[in-house]
């Protein structure tokens, strides 16, 4: 199975300040079609995960642009520029190109 | 608008079977895959594997395999996740999730079931 492994594992920032999550996965991710199946997902207290990037960089409707996604083959990083309170979760990578499809182990982001 | 309602808490005793719903509203069901998702209290999220209600077919990551069981019901735009021989390692959160075909992403979740399993 694909192995994707996320860092750090917490992370403490300042409101207005920028955001940096790595996700390393353990084969390329870039399927047969030429497409990288590398999504991220934010999960907020209490709340269901929801869809911030899919195919790594592209933003689902409604995410701010402070969100950014980058990477290709095994590395990826989505930074959030400018954090704001509503930010604060758990960050998820989640790679949809090899069965099984597999998660990230999650980031934390506080707020400091 | 597009829902997934899933339905409520479970406590079930080891052993056991329970059989968690997620009902889809606002879009055309068979067009979309659901995905169902593990979480136990504080941890991660761990894939479980999906039903394909246009078709029934369905598919388990290997950990699951024997553990769940998909089934979708086209009529009332359900799909069913069957959790049996229950122990105390299946206590979690279980998400349903939609992902489309060209939409190759999960875009809504349901809002999540938990799941006890206690003597």
């Known amino acids: 199975d694909v192995v994707l492994t996320q860092t750090p594992v917490s992370l403490s920032v300042t409101l207005g300040d920028q955001a940096s999550i790595s996700c390393r996965s353990s084969?390329?991710?870039?399927?047969?079609?030429?497409?990288?199946?590398l999504e991220w997902y934010l999960q907020k207290p209490g709340q269901s995960p929801q869809l911030l990037i899919y195919?790594?960089?592209n933003r689902f409707s409604g995410v701010p642009d402070r969100f950014i996604g980058s990477g290709s083959g095994t590395d990826f990083t989505l930074k959030i520029s400018r954090v704001e309170p509503e930010d604060l979760g758990v960050y998820y990578c989640?790679?949809?190109?090899?069965?099984?499809?597999?998660f990230g182990s999650g980031t934390k982001l506080e707020i400091k | 608008q597009v829902q997934l309602q899933q339905s409520g808490a479970e406590l079930a005793k080891p052993g056991t079977s329970v059989k968690l719903s997620c009902k889809a509203s606002?879009?055309?069901?068979?067009?979309?895959?659901i995905y169902w998702v593990k979480q136990r209290p504080g941890q991660g999220l761990e894939w479980i594997g999906y039903i394909y209600p246009g078709n029934g077919g369905t598919y388990y990551s290997e950990k699951f395999k024997g553990k769940a069981t998909f089934t979708a019901d086209t009529s009332s735009s359900t799909a069913y996740m069957l959790l049996g021989s229950l122990t105390p390692e299946d206590s979690a959160y279980y998400f349903c999730?939609?992902?489309?075909?060209?939409?190759?992403?999960?875009?809504?979740w349901g809002p999540g079931t938990m799941v006890t399993v206690s003597s």
């Open positions: 989640f790679q949809a190109t090899h069965d099984p499809f597999t």
């Open positions: 999730a939609r992902r489309g075909y060209l939409d190759w992403y999960f875009d809504f």
């Open positions: 084969q390329s991710l870039e399927y047969s079609d030429g497409y990288t199946y």
């Open positions: 195919e790594v960089s």
């Open positions: 606002g879009y055309t069901f068979t067009s979309y895959y």
